[in-house]
């Protein structure tokens, strides 16, 4: 009986060996995927003590290797250089990246900012320039201000949001 058994454990484990589905495979691990992710992300950035701006989100991918931080579905709220506790702008976005050398923010897509001056901007592929505390695009914006749409191609923001000045084709609707 002995015998049978030692006979039937062998030709199992050699019909198993011989078995490639069996065969352990290299796994490929993307050095993205090794990196931290935070979710519901908050990070607050000050200037002497006083809040320069405050992002909250979804989720965030920190990539010491590019030096920035990556960040889905948020908001950003911006304050105003002399009064921290004035919000001057808001900006709700798909997808950010916050460079952590320069300390600016590259917003990619569509985005959607209501200003201290009421109005609501949408505005594709923006860049926030942190020491100038602004934002400016090369790419379409659309400006709605006290029941009048103005339409265009690229823009800056100056004077801590109080001003937009759009570069070229501007068109006003009412």
């Known amino acids: ?10 030709l199992i484990f050699f019909v198993g060996c011989r078995n490639k589905n069996n065969i352990i495979k290299k796994v490929d691990i993307k ?16 200037k002497n003590g006083k809040i320069v701006w405050e992002m909250k989100a979804n989720r965030a991918v920190i990539d010491d290797k590019e030096k920035v931080i990556k960040v889905n579905k948020g908001v950003l709220k911006i304050y105003d250089t002399n ?10 976005f798909e997808f950010a990246k916050y460079d952590t050398n320069t300390e600016n923010i590259v917003f990619l897509g ?10 609501k901007i949408i505005a594709y592929d923006i860049n926030y320039i942190y020491k100038d505390n602004k934002i400016y695009s090369e790419k379409e914006i659309e400006i709605n201000r006290n ?28």
């Open 1 to 10: 009986m002995k015998k049978q058994e030692l006979l039937l454990f062998l």
């Open 31 to 46: 050095e993205t995927d090794l990196n931290p992710t935070i979710i519901e992300f908050s990070l607050i950035k000050t």
């Open 110 to 119: 569509k985005n959607i900012i209501d200003t201290i001056e009421n109005e």
């Open 147 to 174: 029941g009048n749409i103005i339409k265009g191609i690229g823009f800056e923001t100056l004077d801590n949001f109080q001003t937009i000045r759009i570069y070229k084709n501007v068109i006003t609707t009412q």
């Open 83 to 92: 009064d921290a506790k004035t919000n001057i702008a808001q900006i709700k």
